[in-house]
C-alpha cells in the first residue's frame, strides 16, 4: 500500500496530539463542516493534507482571530489557497485546490487578468 499526502493515516488521538489540540476541536471542526476525516470502522482518521489544512485553519482562528462562523463565510467567498498566500508551485498540487468547486477561472480554462473586474467571465455573468 502507498502512502502519500491524502493517505488517512493518524487517528484522531494521534492527530489531535500531533497538533496540540484536544480532540474534541477536531470534532467541533468536524461538525462545522471545516473537516472531513475518513472513517474506518467508526473512527476518524486524519491524513497529512487534513493535518496542514486543521493548521491553516488554527492559524486563522487564533493569529487573525476570525470565529469559525466567519471562517465559514470567508472560505466560500475566497479560496483557501489564497487565505495562507500559496505560491503558485504549492497551488498546482494543492489537494484542496483540486477537490474544491472550480472557480471562474477553471471554468473558462484561463486566468483572470488583474482582477475579476478585467475578467472575461466576469463581464459575460453582468449582462
Not at 3 to 27: F, K
Not at 44 to 67: A, G, M, P, V, Y
Not at 94 to 102: F, G, M, P
Request: aromatic share 6%.
Amino acid at each position: 500500500m502507498q502512502v502519500n499526502e491524502n493517505s488517512p493515516v493518524y487517528p484522531m488521538g494521534v492527530a489531535a496530539r500531533i497538533l496540540d489540540v484536544h480532540p474534541r476541536t477536531l470534532r467541533i471542526y468536524e461538525a462545522e463542516g471545516l473537516i472531513s476525516p475518513s472513517r474506518q470502522g467508526g473512527k476518524r482518521f486524519f491524513s497529512q493534507n487534513d493535518l496542514n489544512w486543521i493548521e491553516c485553519l488554527r492559524k486563522l482562528i487564533h493569529d487573525e482571530n476570525l470565529s469559525i462562523p466567519g471562517l465559514k463565510r470567508l472560505l466560500e467567498l475566497v479560496p483557501c489557497w489564497k487565505l495562507k498566500d500559496c505560491p503558485s508551485e504549492i497551488r498546482i498540487n494543492c489537494a484542496a485546490l483540486k477537490e474544491r468547486e472550480k472557480r471562474c477561472w477553471e471554468l473558462a480554462q484561463k486566468a483572470c487578468e488583474k482582477s475579476c473586474q478585467n475578467c472575461e467571465v466576469f463581464l459575460s455573468r453582468k449582462s
